[in-house]
Nanobody, 124 residues
């Protein structure tokens, strides 16, 4: 009964920053590769960032490199997404996901558990 819960979404201005968090319960957090995805209205869900079990390895979508940072705190069962230099195109529902494998993955189908999402809106 793994559950994920995102927090930290909201309304920010262009150029602003926001930190999302996602807490996992019902499982052993350190055994999961974690990822962030986002889905804008009318578009498919897209990969944002991933992080390995102890945080040694990360991967990012090209459009997020240099602006977003993913990290995790295994003592708090929490993964974070630090977003900077936000643009209106970043407006989307952001989802936290977990997968039981060890390799980083960027496809939604490769993840086993999902949060309900948190809305991020960037005003122009």
């Amino acid at each position: 009964q793994v559950e994920l819960k995102e927090a930290g979404g909201g309304l920010v201005q262009t150029g602003g920053s926001l930190r999302l968090s996602c807490e996992l319960s019902g499982g052993t957090f350190v055994t999961f590769v974690m990822g962030w995805f986002r889905q804008a209205r009318g578009k498919e869900r897209e990969f944002v960032a991933g992080i390995s079990r102890v945080g040694a390895n990360t991967n990012f979508a090209d459009s997020m490199k240099g602006r977003f940072t993913i990290s995790r705190d295994n003592t708090k069962n929490t993964v974070y997404l630090q977003m900077s230099s936000l643009k209106p195109e970043d407006t989307a529902v952001y989802y936290c996901a977990a997968r039981g494998g060890t390799a980083l993955a960027s496809r939604p189908i490769e993840y086993d558990y999902w949060g309900q999402g948190t809305q991020v809106t960037v005003s122009s």
